[in-house]
């Protein structure tokens, strides 16, 4: 590759999950001109990646997202690699009823043809034996074992391979002087750079968006992106609990809930699988997340904590009530497919899309960035990228599943949650 092109200026929007594994990966090959562009310092504040925790799993019904996730998790559990410590091999049950079961299924289907063991059914006699402290019902679950999931400290993630690439030479600029607020273009329309909130303009030879849920308000993704708000709140277990739950794998059922084994600290998290959009009406008619950083007195929506608290009592019901020491709205950008957008912009030249993680991206921290550079440098494998195509108007196909069939709710219909909601930017 020629020096000229690896010192050519490169601007991300964006210092989640997507913009770091970029700017790391485009350090690890030899570019020198990065910038990152964030509201926030590292770990961005509301990023979806910047929390205590998230999964990492293989169980997926695309083969590609397997083969991802497995050589993801080959890197996260190197006991000597970049976040050695991080990764705690907790395993999990996968819950299902009639509607979720076909993606567990297909997920079956894809883990044995590639030579990974799948997930079983387990009854709830065997879980109550294997895992005494939960000690509910299981009503209504159809319970599948999995010893090949882990959880890893998702925010230290990020702050390492942010830290990694600032050692390479790449250069985060936050606050005003990083909070993007308009794309610029020539007479052209070629995407020529950013300008952000204290009139600062950044110019390159390529703008990459990964501005996550909150893409939408720098660029027109003709509906691809939908922002979608996953509930989530943290209690703290004495020690005497910490030693009581500590053993247990995490817990998903893909209609209810996912709850995550204590941290040392004791710090248990749940989170709500009946997500919340933001179609406020002064957003144009598109959902953006409602960032607490702009609503300090947001908590959780009631309807919203009350079905998790409720679904709880069917797993844990000994925690359904506890009172939480933390609660969030964590914000991704979904797709109506679950593959994610990583592509060239059909019509802006130079603009380069890094979005859509769909509440299952952050695993693929490790190795992401590796084919989002692939995409930049024209050498993504024709395969995958025609599934992270640019596509509006995509749907699930007859064979993806949907993991999480609850249909969305949106904020504003729901009690205290009115038209006052704005966009982040």
């Known amino acids: 590759m020629a020096s000229s092109q690896l010192s050519s200026p490169i601007i991300i929007i964006g210092g989640g999950t997507f913009g770091t594994t970029t700017a790391f990966h485009l350090a690890k090959k030899g570019y020198t001109n990065v910038t990152v562009l964030d509201r926030f310092p590292v770990p961005s504040l509301e990023a979806a990646g910047n929390d205590i925790n998230k999964v990492v799993r293989t169980e997926y019904p695309e083969p590609l997202y397997t083969k991802l996730a497995s050589d993801a998790r080959d890197i996260w559990r190197d006991p000597n690699g970049l976040f050695a410590g991080l990764y705690n091999p907790s395993g999990w049950i996968i819950g299902a009823t009639d509607r979720s079961t076909p993606f567990v299924e297909a997920s079956i289907k894809s883990a044995k043809g590639l030579g990974v063991d799948p ?21 209504g679950w159809k319970s599948y074992w999995s010893p090949n999931a882990a959880w890893v400290n998702a925010r230290e993630g990020i702050v390492r391979m942010a830290r990694e690439a600032m050692k390479a030479g790449v250069r985060y600029i936050s606050g005003t002087a990083g909070f993007a607020k308009q794309l610029l273009y020539d007479e052209n329309q070629t995407c020529v750079g950013v300008k952000c909130a204290d009139g600062t303009a950044y110019f390159g030879s390529q703008i990459v968006l990964a501005a996550g849920a909150a893409a939408g308000s720098l660029l027109d993704l003709e509906g691809q992106i939908v922002a979608k708000g996953h509930t989530v709140g943290h209690i703290q277990l004495t020690p005497d609990e910490v030693e009581k739950y500590k053993s247990i794998p995490i817990l998903d059922h893909l209609e209810g809930g996912i709850l995550f084994p204590p941290q ?77 957008l990583i592509t060239s912009h059909p019509t802006h030249k130079n603009l380069k899309i890094a979005i859509g993680g769909s509440a299952h991206g952050f695993k693929f921290l490790p190795v992401l960035g590796k084919y989002i550079v692939q995409m930049m440098d024209g050498t993504l494998d024709p395969e995958i990228a025609q599934k992270w195509k640019w596509r509006p108007g995509a749907k699930l196909s007859d064979y993806e599943t949907n993991p999480h069939p609850e249909a969305p709710e949106d904020l504003n219909d729901m009690p205290g949650w009115g038209s006052d909601i704005k966009s982040p930017l």
């Open 119 to 139: 997930p079983r059914l387990v009854p709830t006699d065997e879980i109550h034996q294997q895992w005494p402290a939960m000690n509910g019902g299981f009503q």
């Open 264 to 340: 040392e600290d004791g710090i248990m998290k749940i989170g709500a699988c009946h997500f919340v959009t933001n179609y406020a009406k002064s957003l144009n008619g598109i959902s953006l997340p409602r960032y607490r950083s702009d609503n300090p007195k947001d908590n959780i929506p009631a309807v919203i904590e009350a079905r998790l608290r409720k679904w709880m009592e069917t797993c844990v019901p000994d925690l359904a009530h506890r009172e939480w020491v933390e609660t969030r709205i964590c914000w991704d950008g979904d797709m109506p497919d679950y593959h994610f």
